[in-house]
């Protein structure tokens, strides 16, 4: 079973020729409401590739919150220790899409920020009874650590996707089994530029002193560099026509928790979540753009139909 610890959003999403620059005005060509939120996206991942899933969080007592919570359990999320604050709205995030598939991404965590220390503390035997926790970063800092805290003293293994970047202290970083930033996040944390596989892979190495066990750091069209101590291996992706990358991070450290959750050694571990990543970018939204197991079990076939080269080796 995975627990995910994190955040659940409304994303309002538009698509536009490009992403304006500060101080300037473009006009979207739609706007769409999809289930989103970093902490809802990763459950929901990991209920369609076949996991039992179980999610902690916050909603508002709101039109945005029952929708979520529906969706949810429409894909096999279990909802039952999702709390509604009252008194707050739920998460919204404003997303514009431009044409290249990049995206920029405004969060208002709403009823996210009320998840307390003391909320899942009382949601301890759940946790224990978990195989891994995955967690992110838009939920408040101390309600994550307790969470990492609970799942290391019960023997989990825990994963945390650092997303949004935030300074994590030395104790956070100390309860993580593997790390999955993507390279801004890795600048973020480390303090070092992240502009080439080199850059990366010294960044990693400032993490790793700091106390990181595993890093599994994803770089979008270059794949994923994974590092352990010394070691470090290079995946390169699979070469997609991505139309909107906003949910690849948390399709791909979904996966990583499922495949972890049943048995797979590492290295075939990030082989699956590549290719979950690589369907989600093809598809626009977040929740709306993941993969199921069946999908994903006929990747070769999909990827055929693609017309492109699908490589994925190792360096």
């Not at 309002?12 to 979207?28: F, H, M, N, Q, W």
């Not at 990358?245 to 075939?268: H, I, K, P």
């Not at 199921?292 to 990827?303: G, Q, R, S, T």
Request: include cysteine.
């Amino acid at each position: 079973m995975i627990t995910v610890v994190g955040s659940l959003n409304m994303d309002l999403v538009i698509s536009a020729d490009k992403i304006p620059r500060p101080g300037e005005t473009v006009l979207g060509k739609n706007l769409q409401q999809i289930p989103g939120g970093k902490g809802a996206n990763q459950a929901d991942a990991a209920a369609r590739l076949g996991a039992e899933v179980i999610l902690i969080g916050c909603v508002g007592e709101d039109d945005f919150g029952k929708r979520l919570l529906n969706s949810l359990k429409q894909d096999g999320v279990n909802i039952e220790n999702i709390l509604i604050k009252q008194t707050q709205s739920t998460g919204v995030a404003s997303i514009i899409v431009e044409a290249s598939g990049n995206n920029a991404i405004t969060v208002a965590p709403g009823a996210n920020y009320h998840l307390t220390s003391e909320d899942v503390e009382a949601l301890r035997t759940v946790i224990a009874a978990s195989d891994i926790v995955l967690s992110q970063l838009e939920t408040p800092i101390d309600s994550v650590r307790t969470a990492l805290k609970i799942a290391r003293s019960s023997g989990k293994k825990t994963i945390l996707n650092p997303a949004p970047a935030a300074d994590l202290d030395d104790d956070i970083l100390s309860l993580v089994d593997i790390l999955t930033p993507n390279e801004t996040e890795l600048e973020y944390l480390s303090g070092h530029r992240t502009d080439s596989i080199e850059n990366i892979l010294l960044a990693g190495k400032i993490l790793i002193a700091r106390g990181v066990k595993e890093l599994v750091i994803t770089i979008g069209s270059m794949g994923c560099v994974h590092m352990k101590g010394e070691e470090a291996t290079h995946y390169r992706a699979h070469q997609v026509n991505a139309v909107d990358t906003t949910a690849a991070g948390d399709s791909f450290s979904a996966a990583l928790a499922v495949s972890l959750s049943n048995g797979r050694a590492l290295a075939d571990a990030i082989g699956f979540s590549m290719k979950v990543a690589a369907m989600t970018v093809t598809k626009k939204g977040a929740q709306t753009s993941l993969p199921h197991l069946e999908e994903v079990e006929a990747f070769d076939e999909w990827i055929k139909l693609q017309q492109i080269d699908s490589r994925g080796e190792t360096e």
